[in-house]
């Protein structure tokens, strides 16, 4: 058994602990280097992850290196990378860089366990490292009210997720008799369903649910995703949402074969309520934060539509947005960052900096961002040539295939649903578009920071490039759904 | 296999690129005259290589793009977009010149006018549905900021009406597109979104979702219908097109007259037409068509008789012209069909001169009401001159490119739409009296002297201005060019239909 398929977290572990001691011995006004040293390692890390080829098990089959591992760790490094290098800046000269790299480094780890888990243990486990330090970090401005108020909700909701879908992991492994995943699938082809195996999964799509936060799960989402730093934003939205994603194509795909039709009912059900909603109330936010919340929200209902039908090219759409979310949420966090910046060198005591009147003639003052803010919603909104299309596109394409080959008419209305919330939400971006464009600015042309201008075009590129030239990608997530052979 | 209209499109939107990232004037202006001069160039070469007496797509280019999805890049000109290209790309450079003079943030202007050509151009050459749509919702974009940034007073109102109407117009359209790829998936069960495959997979539609309301056939071709009229605009989907031109700029103006529209026109010829005879229920919507069409023509006719802005008279003049090319495809005779295409270019040349007129006098006296002008020739005699032509060749004068057009949907539709025809010659007496009684209160009689002191339109203005009324005389005389080609693809693309003479009301 060859651990070099692991040698990308293993980097990860080593080099999280080796910040957190260099930023022992060094003075607080050389930390700023530990910032460029956590980017290196990522990208170190993510080249790792995209050069590797071959699959493997290991740890008594606990951990699983597999096509969905793979794409699932890659938006997670792309996340934490953009994150990091934006980090470099906004957490400049802070004195307890050495803990937030530390932190941010060990989430990632965290959720690429999740990525490869295929026992409950492992699972819950890296949901557990992803988690806890997210909390820390969600919290990190700790003279900041609203940061502490982040992270609190945040805390308290996860935990209460965490012991909703433990509770539901130790009522499968009660009914199977096995935490791993491969044997909980051999047991439920052949056995009966039972009343257990229902409520066993009703604490698991609770569970899940929290962490994918969709309605009814979503009410810590807003509040956290606006209050904490803007960086930490862009990871827990654009990443650590899609630990959920990952868990539940694993477990719910795998497991829940034997109970099928409900699950399906239940998940079209949640992701049409999932989208509206989002999609509702983003339109009328005034905090850009908040509405980009919203707007991950609505997404996450587009990504659960892979839950509906289940066919390899449904799921494969719902890794496709999951990818292009992560480039485009990512990417518009840092964004709001460098208006946050470019308002408080206006003015050091403003409140709200992600006002949307902060906002006008933004082209004028901060070009690259408003350009690069401009792709990412168009992106999102799922205009073509961008990931946020193609994502969208692959898996209303494989609803409606699985409508038109089963002549299922609620299948049809679920898609015309999905496309007109899809039509609803250009509204809130364009919105946003006029102000930056058309709208007169309020103060001087600022100099953008490399560090953030940096993170943004690497979103941009990730944006745009899977929008021009799809098949590579969409050939990777083909090959990531069939591993879960539905 | 050519790569002209690849790099047809791909110069000016390097060229727009380039010009959002000029610093000055200058090299804005002279990046998107000298991209739009090349496509120009292009243009007339591929008109050269152009063989009129073949009726199929030729020129044809195929790049793959999304192969999983059915997607590729393929471009091909045939009767139908040829003659659009040209126009297309005569007018833009013609356009930059005119707005040579821009000062307001010109890398962005002159960018986004290239953008414009650059979405027109791959709307009249996509072979691609999927790709027809993305270079369909592109054309949106620019012409948004346009608005939103040169416009008039009530640029914010006119532009977000502009982008929703014809944004939901193009909702409605893909998803009829969506119908029809579906369609013929379930057909040959692979995924393709070649224009034509889509198109010919209609007739075989059988509905798996019936309502009891209407056909799902029927709701395709309404849905295919409604995305295309409302861009072309007409009656009774029109009043997005009066506040987005009187706000425009006069650039904006000339190429969403002379462009934007014509992409409604066109879906009308590449879609409507070969799917018509194959619905449920083709009498029906032949009718609807040329309701609509008359209406168009004689609503907007009344309208612009009753304008007191010059600019608002054009643009419900617009509205008028374009109902002829509702008619002719309607009428379904070979020669109706291709006098409607000629329509959709002559239309594309001449707009362009009556909304630069309204420019040019908008800038030197400050107004467009028709009312407070008057006797303005006496100072203007450049711009007159080059106005009266162009009212003129709108108005029908024979020898000019709008007299042949009209006349051939007129004389031709008669065979199949006689009703339709009479209603809509009522429209000519009118046409003529509102260009030359807006003409006469405008231009001519006496000065009104509370205007000051006017100056004639700049060189360049009406050096554009000439070279387009030229174009109008060129083709009112010798019109062969582009419509023979034009008369080649209109003959079998009504064969299919001429069974259907019968059932027309």
């Known amino acids: ?486 | 296999m050519t790569a002209y209209i690849s790099l047809m499109i791909a110069i000016p939107l390097i060229g727009a690129i380039l010009a959002f990232l000029t610093k000055t004037r200058q090299q804005a202006r002279a990046v998107a005259l000298v991209s739009s001069g090349i496509s120009l160039l292009i243009s007339i070469i591929m008109l050269s290589r152009f063989d009129s007496s073949l009726a199929g797509i030729q020129l044809d280019e195929i790049h793959s793009w999304i192969p999983s999805l059915g997607i590729t890049l393929s471009f091909g000109v045939d009767g139908i977009g040829m003659p659009l290209v040209l126009l297309s790309c005569i007018v833009i450079p013609l356009t930059v010149i005119f707005a040579w003079g821009e000062t307001k943030e010109p890398n962005k202007f002159y960018g986004l006018i290239l953008l414009e050509l650059v979405g027109v151009l791959g709307v009249f050459t996509s072979l691609d549905f999927f790709v027809f749509y993305i270079f369909w919702e592109i054309v949106l974009i620019p012409m948004y900021f346009l608005i939103s940034i040169w416009g008039g007073p009530r640029k914010d109102y006119a532009a977000i009406k502009f982008f929703i109407y014809t944004h939901i117009a193009s909702l409605v359209m893909l998803l009829a597109i969506f119908a029809l790829y579906f369609n013929a998936w379930q057909i040959t069960r692979t995924p393709d979104f070649n224009m034509f495959h889509l198109l010919k997979n209609y007739s075989l539609l059988d509905g798996w979702l019936i309502t009891n309301v209407i056909s799902i056939k029927d709701a395709i071709f309404i849905g295919l219908l409604f995305g295309f009229i409302v861009k072309m605009p007409a009656v009774p989907f029109h009043t997005w097109l009066p506040d987005a031109h009187v706000e425009a700029p006069t650039a904006g103006s000339v190429i969403l007259a002379a462009l934007l529209l014509k992409m409604g026109g066109y879906g009308l010829f590449r879609v409507i037409l070969p799917l018509l005879p194959f619905s449920d229920s083709p009498g029906k919507m032949i009718t609807l068509m040329a309701i609509i069409g008359v209406l168009s023509i004689l609503y907007g006719t009344f309208l612009a008789l009753a304008q007191r802005d010059l600019k608002k008279m054009v643009a419900y003049s617009s509205i008028s012209h374009m109902g002829y090319v509702t008619l002719g495809a309607a009428a379904l005779v070979p020669l109706s069909v291709s006098g409607a295409m000629f329509q959709q270019f002559s239309h594309g040349l001449i707009t362009c001169v009556l909304f630069m007129s309204c420019g040019v006098i908008q800038h030197s006296a400050g107004t467009r009401i028709i009312g407070d002008l008057g006797g303005i020739a006496k100072y203007m005699p450049k711009l007159t001159f080059v106005m009266l032509a162009g009212f003129l060749a709108s108005l029908g004068l024979p020898g000019m490119s709008g007299f042949i057009a009209e006349l051939l949907v007129l004389l031709n539709s008669y065979a199949n739409l006689p009703t339709f025809v009479i209603l809509a010659l009522f429209g000519i007496v009118f046409t003529a009296g509102y260009h030359l009684w807006a003409m006469q209160r405008a231009v001519f009689g006496t000065f009104n002297e509370k205007l000051g002191h006017i100056h004639d339109g700049a060189n360049y203005e009406i050096a554009s201005m000439a070279v387009l009324v030229l174009l109008i005389i060129f083709f009112g005389l010798y019109p062969n060019p582009v419509l023979n080609m034009m008369t080649t693809t209109a003959t079998p693309l009504v064969r299919d239909a001429a069974g259907l003479v019968g059932v027309i009301v």
């Open chain 1, 1 to 486: 058994m060859s651990y070099v398929l692991l040698a990308p977290e293993i980097l990860l572990t080593v080099l999280a602990l080796a910040v957190i001691l260099i930023g022992l011995l060094v003075s607080d006004k050389s930390k700023n280097i530990l910032g460029y040293i956590s980017a290196a390692g990522l990208a170190a890390s993510l080249i790792l992850t995209i050069a590797k080829t071959g699959e493997g098990s290991f740890f008594y089959n606990a951990i699983v290196v597999d096509p969905l591992s793979q794409i699932f760790k890659i938006i997670f490094l792309v996340v934490s990378l953009i994150a990091v290098i934006a980090s470099i800046h906004y957490f400049k000269d802070n004195r307890n860089q050495d803990e937030y790299y530390t932190l941010i480094l060990l989430a990632t780890v965290g959720m690429m366990v999740v990525a490869s888990a295929n026992d409950l243990l492992a699972l819950f486990v890296g949901f557990e490292l992803a988690s806890m330090s997210t909390y820390v970090l969600a919290g990190f401005e700790k003279k900041n009210p609203a940061s502490l108020e982040a992270a609190l909700k945040y805390f308290i909701i996860g935990s209460l997720s965490s012991a909703l879908m433990l509770f539901g992991m130790s009522l499968v492994y009660g009914v199977s008799g096995s935490t791993n995943i491969s044997e909980i699938l051999t047991y439920f082809k052949t056995a009966q369903v039972s009343g257990l195996d229902i409520l066993a999964m009703v604490f698991l799509v609770a569970g899940f649910g929290f962490k994918m936060a969709l309605v009814p799960f979503h009410m810590w989402a807003p509040d956290t995703y606006e209050g904490s730093p803007t960086v930490v934003s862009s990871l827990l939205a654009a990443g650590s949402k899609k630990m959920g994603f990952v868990a539940a194509f694993r477990v719910l795909v795998l497991a829940m074969v034997a109970v099928r039709a409900d699950i399906q009912i239940v998940f079209a059900i949640l992701a049409v309520i999932t989208m509206t909603y989002g999609n509702v109330v983003a339109i009328s936010q005034k905090s850009i934060k908040r509405m980009l919340a919203y707007s991950s929200i609505a997404q996450a209902g587009y990504i659960s539509l892979a839950f509906v039908v289940m066919t390899q090219m449904s799921i494969a759409g719902g890794v496709l947005l999951a990818l292009g979310h992560a480039f485009m949420k990512g990417g518009a966090f840092i964004a709001v960052a460098v208006v946050g910046y470019m308002v408080l060198s206006d003015n050091k005591n403003t409140k709200n900096t992600d006002d949307i009147s902060n906002f006008a003639g933004l082209g004028k003052r901060a070009p690259i961002t408003a350009l690069s803010l401009f792709v990412f919603f168009l992106a999102l909104a799922g205009i073509p040539p961008s990931a946020g299309f193609i994502g969208k596109f692959v898996l209303f394409y494989s609803v409606t295939i699985q409508a038109v080959s089963t002549a299922s008419t609620w299948l049809l209305v679920i898609v015309i649903i999905a496309i007109l919330n899809s039509a609803l939400s250009i509204y809130y971006y364009a919105r946003v578009i006029r102000y930056m464009y058309v709208l007169p600015p309020v103060g001087e042309k600022i100099h953008e920071p490399l560090p953030y201008v940096i993170a943004m075009l690497l979103a941009v590129i990730g944006t745009i490039g899977i929008g021009l030239y799809p098949e590579p990608v969409i050939n990777m997530a083909m090959n990531a759904a069939s591993v879960l052979g539905v």
